[in-house]
Each structure stands twice: as structure tokens, then as C-alpha cells.
């Protein structure tokens, strides 16, 4: 690409930034972000390179040694605990020549071994050796060679890490949403424990796509969704027991994550767990917390950029909670790969009958469950259409207006400590897109504040 093409395309891509920030505003967005070839490049330095992004959870890493293979972006990184039992997030590129050394996706190991030349690495990332090391390397400085490693802070049990090596903490980062991490991770005193492998599958959609819908989007259930909620299996109890709904139901953002949730007027719901669970309450927990998490009936989130969450009663009146993350992987432009993790209490983990129940969430969101293959189909489309020229040529403009202005006198602003900290409204899960607003000014944010630095290499003219 010559200097003026390349210089075009930069202008380009800036517009498109910049117009996003503006138009976000008003509750529009350019429908050319999705599926974007132009902007994926960037994605990946500027949000998936700066930000504290999900990559497990700490009981998946009990013991030295357990491994498992995550990604910050596309970047793939082996997160594991030392023999100290101190967690790392290792990139898999030897420092040899680059190969990737570790080939399974989790397992149990105190060194990795290189297939390419046999270069060997402790699990705490320092180098063991190497074939012919005394003959070859006289005069090498080993102490040197350490694997690249990405930052890691763990909230509540959750991994974060972060490939910038300079940045706000976890904490500061997540903000006021820790709050309502509090309640949904570290209700009980033990907090939560994943069961089983996490679940992955490759999908044609992008993930903002994804990240958009769990933030807040109950507005598509009704239609995306009908023709399952419509079977004996998902409309049974306990959502027709709820009489005011969906009048219980709120949306709560912080500046950059947010969630939704639907709350009983009983204060012992707490999410469909069995009696027990007011034994084992986390007494860190606030008046307020503990009172939320008692009246809670079903919360969805998500934590930009590509985390999200569900927590609660499963809509098919079986009764077992059921908790789920999910991890929107990008894999290109348009291409996601999605890792759903199960989690429960700790204090439930060998609750047979318990897990029985709370395993039938894999029957509605899994690759094989009543629902996904609902949003799938639709989150396609949208990568589909949102590729399309016309929409770059006409300035094609989605909408996220609901709850703005005069749009509706259904949503309330409420101002009770019970919902924490965050700007919540009532009603906000069918009336309201300010999550879904939300995500796209994270995301223009991001996107826009490094856009004026001089040493981007995306803004360099390519030979
Ligand atoms: S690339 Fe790993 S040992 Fe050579
Ligand atoms: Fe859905």
C-alpha cells in the first residue's frame, strides 16, 4: 500500500471511530463496525491489548502445575500455577525462535518442553535447560530468557490478565461493578467453583455482538427465543410465579460493564438455591448485597470488553440456579470462538442432586441447547449483513434508543442503596438499550484514546 492509500485507509478508520463516539450519543451506531476488517486490527491492540480481559477461574488452578490454554485476543497464553503456587499467563512462543510449546489445551505439568528444539521452561516461566546446553550456550546469559507474561489479578476467584504492562488495577478497572461481582461470585463464604471442562465452539459472528446481547438484552427473548419458550420444557414455573413480571426486572451500568436482573418481592428466592445457602452467606457481604442476592431470581451481564455472565433460577422451573461464564474470543474479523465455563457454590460441589439439577442449564445455552442456536443463527446474520458495502457507502445506522429522552415513561431511575452503586433503572430489560449503549462507548472509548498515539504501528504506512 503506498503512503496516500495508507493514509486514506487511517483517515478512514478514524472516521469511523470518531462518528461511532458521536453517534452513540444519540442512541445510533454505524452498523460498519461489525465484522469490520479494518477495525479488527485495531480491536486487538486497543481493547484487547489495554484492557484487563477473563481468562478462568482459580479452581481450575488448585494444584501446582494445572494448566490450561487462554487467550487475550488472539494472543494464545498458557495460564497455570507455579510450584509456589503463584498464577501466571505465559504467551506460547518459545524464546528460542517463537514455537508454540505447549500443545494440549489444560493438563498438569512442572516444566514445558519445546518440540521444536527442546528448549525447556520451569512453570514459573524461568528456562530449565536446553539440549547440548554446556557444548552450545558457553556463554549465554539463561537468567535472561524468561517467558513473556502477561499481567494477571484475580477478583472474587476471577482471572484477569492484561497484555499492557501499564494500567489501572483489576479493581479500578471493574469499578463500581464489583459490587455486583460480590454478589454474584462470592455470595457464599467459599465462593464458587467451576464444574467440569469448559465448553468451546466457533461461531461466524463478531463479539461485541455477543457481549452487546448479555449485557442487558431481554428485548430479543420474546422473539428470538419464542418458539422454545413456548414448549412445555421452558414455560413451567418458577418465571409464571413471579406476578409483577417483568415488572421486577432492572438494569444497572456502571461506566463501562453492566448487568440485568430480575428480583422477587420474597426475600429468600436467593437465586432458587436449596435452604442451605443461608448457612454458608459470606459475611463480607453488605445489609444490601445480602439482601439483593436473597430477592434475586435470574441476573445476566457482562464485563467489557468480552466476559459475560448468567446467574440464576433456570427458566425451565427445575429449580437448580445455574451460573455460567462466557468468553466472547475473537478470532478474526466477524469470528468468534465462545468458552462457556459451569460454576456452583463451592459449598454445593458434591451436592449430587444439587448438580443434577443445576447441570440442565447445558439444555438451553450450550452448543446443543434449546437456545444458542437461536442467538447463533441471529448473530450471524448480523456479521453477514454487517460486512456489507452499502453500509459503509450509505452510513448505515443501528439503533439503541430505547430509554433515551422522551422514548418511554415506563423506565424509572431509582435511587436505593439496595441496587448498589451503579445507574439503575427499572423496567430497563425490555424498554431500555442504555447497557447495550454502554458497551459501544467503552469500546469507542478505547478505541479513540490511543488513536492519537504516534507509535501505532497500525497507523504506519505499510510498504
Ligand atoms: S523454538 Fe523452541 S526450542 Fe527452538
Ligand atoms: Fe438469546
Known amino acids: 500500500m503506498n503512503r496516500s ?87 506460547d512462543s518459545c524464546m528460542h525462535r517463537g514455537a508454540q510449546f505447549c500443545t494440549a489445551e489444560n493438563g498438569n505439568t512442572s516444566h514445558f518442553r519445546c518440540p521444536y528444539h527442546g528448549w525447556t521452561y520451569k512453570n514459573d516461566g524461568t528456562l530449565q535447560g536446553m539440549p547440548h546446553m554446556s557444548e552450545a550456550y558457553q556463554d549465554l546469559d539463561d537468567e535472561e530468557i524468561t517467558l513473556e507474561e502477561a499481567c494477571l489479578e484475580t477478583y472474587r476467584g476471577l482471572i484477569f490478565g492484561r497484555i499492557a504492562e501499564e494500567g489501572p488495577s483489576l479493581e479500578a478497572y471493574l469499578g463500581d461493578f464489583t459490587w455486583y461481582l460480590d454478589v454474584l461470585f462470592g455470595a457464599t463464604e467459599a465462593g464458587m467453583t467451576v464444574v467440569g471442562e469448559p465448553h468451546r465452539w466457533e461461531s461466524s459472528h463478531d463479539w461485541k455482538t455477543s457481549a452487546d446481547n448479555f449485557s442487558g438484552d431481554s428485548y430479543h427473548v420474546l422473539t428470538t427465543h419464542q418458539a422454545g419458550l413456548e414448549t412445555e420444557t421452558f414455560s413451567k414455573d418458577p418465571w409464571e410465579e413471579l406476578d409483577d413480571f417483568p415488572a421486577a426486572s432492572y438494569l444497572a451500568c456502571t461506566d463501562r460493564h453492566s448487568i440485568g436482573y430480575y428480583l422477587s418481592e420474597d426475600g429468600e428466592t436467593f437465586m432458587g438455591y436449596p435452604e442451605e445457602i443461608t448457612d454458608y452467606l459470606n459475611p463480607e457481604l453488605s445489609a444490601e448485597q445480602r439482601e439483593l442476592f436473597g430477592r434475586s431470581v435470574f441476573h445476566f451481564g457482562s464485563v467489557f470488553p468480552n466476559m459475560s455472565l448468567i446467574h440464576g433460577i433456570q427458566s425451565g422451573g427445575w429449580g437448580g440456579p445455574w451460573a455460567c461464564i462466557r468468553k466472547w474470543n475473537p478470532r478474526g474479523p466477524g469470528t468468534t470462538e465462545t468458552t462457556s465455563w459451569w460454576l456452583v457454590p463451592k459449598e454445593f460441589a458434591d451436592d449430587e442432586s444439587f448438580l443434577s439439577d443445576s447441570h440442565r442449564g447445558w439444555e438451553s445455552l450450550s452448543p446443543g441447547g434449546a437456545f444458542e442456536s437461536d442467538d447463533l443463527t441471529i ?85
Open 5 to 91: 492509500s495508507s493514509d486514506n485507509k487511517h483517515g478512514r478508520i478514524n472516521e469511523i471511530i470518531e462518528k461511532t463516539g458521536s453517534a452513540i450519543n444519540g442512541g445510533r451506531y454505524p452498523l460498519e463496525i461489525m465484522n469490520n476488517s479494518d477495525l479488527y486490527p485495531l480491536e486487538l491492540r486497543r481493547i484487547f491489548g489495554q484492557a484487563w480481559v477473563y481468562m478462568g477461574h482459580v479452581s481450575e488452578f488448585e494444584e501446582p502445575g494445572d494448566y490450561a490454554r487462554r487467550y487475550i485476543g488472539e494472543d494464545p497464553f498458557i495460564l497455570t500455577r507455579d510450584e509456589n503456587g503463584e498464577l501466571h499467563a505465559f504467551l
Open 379 to 463: 448473530w450471524e446474520g448480523i456479521s453477514n449483513s454487517s460486512g456489507a458495502v452499502t453500509h459503509e457507502l450509505r452510513d448505515t445506522r443501528g439503533n439503541m434508543q430505547q430509554g433515551m429522552g422522551e422514548m418511554t415513561d415506563e423506565v424509572d431511575t431509582i435511587e436505593d442503596p439496595l441496587h448498589g452503586p451503579a445507574d439503575v433503572t427499572s423496567k430497563g430489560l425490555y424498554f431500555d438499550e442504555r447497557n447495550s449503549r454502554t458497551i459501544l462507548q467503552s469500546w469507542y472509548e478505547m478505541m479513540s484514546e490511543t488513536s492519537k498515539s504516534d507509535n501505532d504501528p497500525e497507523m504506519e504506512a505499510e510498504p
